[in-house]
């Protein structure tokens, strides 16, 4: 079966400190990729997502970078962290199948408080 | 333009009572659905999808869904409400173009009491 994994849960970072969040997916090959972040008490901001490695496409301008180094790896990053970074971030994944209604699946979330 | 609409931000319901969590999308071509629930501080899990067939759709921990294409709804329902099931829940959209961008309605928050 699939399962994602993404880390660290929870980190405390002052301003202006560079990021790094890692997920991995095993279980499947060529998923597609997701960040989402959730402010506290608001809906999901799709981030960015991939459709296979070295391939990213940003939904909103921001702070933040992501990479795909590998099939099932996805890292979100920043070099300066802004205090409005702050949020719940969710690692995600789909399958790449056409008519799959493309079924997300999240990963546990990591909890970024910038100080 | 898609968009996915949860009218109720909160909703508390007694331990053992019925539940429904509505749900409306604006979607112009044929939807995928889903509901998902979030308990705090986690990630979301998925309840239930709709792609075709029956419109009537059982998913896990006792919930359903009924999809009703003439009211673009996709309303969520449980008999009896456990104190367990207090959580977000969150409506989602896609199509079948396998297209990336699911739209996620803003959630409602379910409150249990005694």
């Known amino acids: 079966s699939q399962t994602i994994h993404q880390w660290p849960a929870t980190l405390v970072q002052p301003v202006g400190s560079p990021l790094s969040l890692e997920c991995t997916v095993e279980g499947t090959s060529n998923p597609n990729l997701y960040w989402y972040r959730q402010a506290a008490g608001r809906g999901l901001q799709l981030l960015f997502y991939s459709v296979g490695i070295g391939q990213i496409s940003s939904e909103v301008p921001q702070n933040l970078s992501a990479s795909r180094p590998q099939d099932r790896q996805f890292i979100l990053s920043s070099k300066k962290l802004l205090l409005s970074d702050s949020g719940f971030y969710l690692c995600?994944?789909?399958?790449?199948?056409?008519?799959?209604?493309?079924?997300?699946?999240f990963g546990e979330g990591s909890w970024l408080t910038v100080v | 333009a898609q968009s996915v609409t949860q009218p109720d931000i909160h909703i508390t319901v007694s331990e053992g009572a019925s539940l429904e969590l509505r749900c409306n999308y604006s979607y112009g071509a044929t939807p995928y659905l889903f509901w998902y629930v979030q308990s705090p501080g986690q990630g979301l899990q998925l309840l239930l999808k709709y792609f075709s067939g029956d419109t009537l759709v059982q998913g896990i921990k006792g919930f359903e869904a009924e999809f009703k294409r003439s009211q673009s709804s996709f309303n969520l329902r449980k008999p009896s409400v456990h104190w367990s099931d207090a959580a977000e829940y969150f409506c989602a959209v896609n199509g079948n173009t396998g297209g990336f961008k699911t739209i996620f309605g803003a959630g409602t928050r379910l409150f249990v009491k005694a």
């Open positions: 995600a994944w789909s399958v790449r199948e056409r008519f799959s209604g493309n079924t997300i699946y």
